[in-house]
């Protein structure tokens, strides 16, 4: 009996883990299987031994019967068990080959169909915009002043559908990318006028560099244009929206990093809304800037989180980011303020 009690125990326990494990349910046929075939083939080679070798008594015979039950059918058991889950992995790993193909052609399907409406767009576009440049030299009108700023609205709205199509395809190859140095590079591609930077993301992380480039400039491009007016549906001007009481910090947490500023913020029941492909913001804009982070950060395998800041403004958190190395994590914060021309 104190033979046959670890394997007892082991099929026992075996069978409620099955029970709550993520095995499906179609599996456990196979399971069986093994479990039959473990006790009853281990079974048959030990009586064949007892024939060969007898004990002359019931009961040891009995009792050897049994340890050979217990020993095939727990052998058995974990033998199906681990086949089961060897087959889920396979099945698992096939489905997300599958959805990731799937998701790739229907990203090459939207790239192509941007690409085709964006170069549409461009040629009367482009046609306009000349005509209304002449005719800008010839008269002088604040009407036609308002059609150019028009027409560089069109300009910008095509250049980021573009980048909306390609941002979302799934991200295969990454790279060490020091976030320090992203980021001020980032910021200075960004019309701030007088905000300030906080640059306090001293970690190495596994991205795409230049897709989670424009993650940043997204990301500061919203905080400088909505962050002190984002209540002021008046303001019109990107570039005077970053006064100098605006503070954009990024900084690393656990997990990942953030972006976070001191602006107006966004209230509690738009924070999920303001990451949608078809969200209005008082600019026109359509959200194009933030769904384009959303697409980014859904193709690196991350998620993103909109918050209130320390300051009262907003904060994107993006964690499941894998980190390469925090060597700079004693590193000095650095503020950074672009000289105006």
């Given at each position: 009996?104190?033979?046959?009690?670890?394997?007892?125990?082991?099929?026992?326990?075996g069978?409620?883990?099955?029970?709550?494990?993520?095995?499906?349910?179609?599996?456990?046929?196979?399971?069986g299987?093994?479990?039959?075939g473990g006790?009853?083939?281990?079974?048959?080679?030990?009586?064949?031994?007892m024939?060969?070798?007898?004990?002359?008594?019931?009961?040891?015979?009995?009792?050897?019967?049994?340890?050979?039950?217990?020993?095939?059918?727990?052998?058995?058991?974990?033998?199906?068990?681990?086949?089961?889950?060897?087959?889920?992995?396979?099945?698992?790993?096939e489905?997300?080959?599958?959805?990731?193909?799937?998701?790739?052609?229907?990203?090459?399907?939207?790239?192509?169909?941007?690409a085709?409406?964006?170069?549409?767009?461009?040629?009367?576009l482009?046609?306009?915009?000349?005509?209304?440049?002449?005719?800008?030299?010839?008269?002088?009108?604040?009407?036609?002043?308002?059609?150019?700023?028009?027409?560089?609205?069109?300009?910008?709205?095509?250049?980021?559908?573009?980048?909306?199509?390609?941002?979302g395809?799934?991200?295969?190859?990454?790279?060490?990318?020091?976030?320090?140095?992203?980021v001020?590079?980032?910021?200075?591609?960004?019309?701030?006028?007088?905000?300030?930077?906080?640059?306090?993301?001293?970690?190495l992380?596994?991205?795409?560099?230049?897709?989670?480039?424009?993650?940043?400039?997204?990301?500061?491009?919203?905080?400088?244009?909505?962050?002190?007016?984002?209540?002021q549906?008046?303001?019109?001007?990107?570039?005077?929206?970053?006064g100098?009481?605006?503070?954009v910090?990024?900084?690393?947490?656990?997990?990942?990093?953030?972006?976070?500023?001191?602006?107006?913020?966004?209230?509690?029941?738009?924070?999920?809304?303001?990451?949608?492909d078809?969200?209005?913001?008082?600019?026109?804009?359509?959200?194009?800037?933030?769904?384009?982070?959303?697409?980014?950060?859904?193709?690196?395998?991350?998620?993103?989180?909109?918050?209130?800041?320390?300051?009262?403004?907003?904060?994107?958190?993006?964690?499941?980011?894998?980190?390469?190395?925090?060597?700079?994590?004693?590193g000095?914060?650095?503020?950074?303020?672009?000289?105006?021309?």
């Amino acid at each position: 009996m104190l033979a046959i009690s670890p394997f007892a125990v082991t099929i026992i326990v075996g069978g409620f883990w099955l029970s709550n494990s993520d095995i499906g349910s179609e599996q456990y046929q196979r399971i069986g299987t093994w479990f039959t075939g473990g006790f009853v083939s281990f079974l048959l080679l030990n009586l064949a031994m007892m024939l060969t070798w007898p004990t002359g008594s019931l009961g040891d015979d009995i009792g050897w019967g049994l340890f050979a039950v217990a020993v095939g059918g727990s052998g058995g058991l974990l033998m199906g068990i681990f086949e089961a889950r060897a087959i889920s992995r396979a099945v698992e790993a096939e489905r997300h080959r599958l959805q990731r193909e799937a998701a790739e052609q229907r990203n090459e399907r939207l790239d192509e169909f941007a690409a085709v409406v964006a170069h549409d767009l461009r040629n009367p576009l482009n046609v306009a915009s000349g005509n209304l440049e002449l005719a800008r030299t010839e008269h002088g009108s604040e009407h036609l002043d308002t059609a150019a700023a028009a027409m560089d609205r069109m300009e910008t709205l095509v250049d980021r559908t573009l980048t909306l199509a390609r941002s979302g395809r799934i991200i295969s190859d990454v790279e060490a990318v020091d976030l320090t140095e992203l980021v001020d590079s980032c910021w200075d591609a960004v019309p701030t006028a007088e905000a300030t930077l906080e640059n306090d993301a001293a970690i190495l992380i596994e991205a795409d560099p230049d897709r989670l480039q424009h993650l940043f400039e997204n990301l500061f491009r919203n905080s400088v244009e909505h962050g002190s007016t984002i209540s002021q549906p008046e303001a019109n001007d990107a570039v005077e929206h970053g006064g100098t009481d605006l503070t954009v910090r990024v900084g690393s947490m656990e997990g990942g990093f953030y972006v976070a500023d001191n602006g107006s913020g966004i209230p509690p029941a738009k924070r999920d809304a303001v990451l949608n492909d078809g969200y209005s913001t008082t600019d026109g804009e359509g959200g194009l800037g933030l769904a384009i982070v959303q697409r980014i950060v859904e193709a690196h395998g991350w998620e993103i989180d909109v918050v209130e800041s320390d300051g009262g403004g907003t904060r994107f958190e993006i964690t499941g980011v894998t980190t390469v190395a925090d060597d700079k994590e004693d590193g000095e914060t650095r503020s950074q303020t672009p000289i105006q021309s």
